[in-house]
């Protein structure tokens, strides 16, 4: 079974960082390109970051530019966000996904073949 599982989501005040991280299982993803999505309730999901299969390109929306790290370690098919100076409008649940291999790190999310179930992060004021 194919599985992508987040981890890393909690509460953190206004300000405060975390790292989320997602492990693939069931296939290999070193040759997926890898993205977060998020979804506020009542919102649609969106764009956050996305890394290509290689590593070497980077993706980001631009309420993420400067504040989200997207990184990977593809030999354990896992990929992290590394979020710094969170506020509250980041506040919603967090999905990793992943394309077919060699496919592109895209900001639409309908690109994506595998998701995750998502992690909650809450960033009070």
């Known amino acids: 079974q194919v599985q992508l599982v987040e981890s890393g989501g909690g509460l953190v005040q206004a300000g405060g960082s975390l790292r989320l991280s997602c492990a693939g299982a069931g296939r290999t993803f070193s040759r997926s390109a890898m993205g977060w999505f998020r979804q506020a309730p009542g919102k649609e999901r969106e764009f956050v970051a996305a890394?290509?299969?290689?590593?070497?390109?980077?993706y980001y929306a631009d309420s993420a530019e400067g504040r989200f790290t997207i990184s990977r370690d593809s030999a354990k098919s896992t990929v992290y966000l590394q979020m710094n100076s969170l506020k509250p409008e980041d506040t919603a649940a967090y999905y990793c996904a992943a394309t077919v291999p060699g496919g592109w790190p895209a900001r639409n999310r309908n690109e994506y073949a595998y998701w995750g179930q998502g992690t909650q992060v809450t960033v009070s004021s």
């Open positions: 890394i290509r299969w290689t590593g070497d390109s980077t």
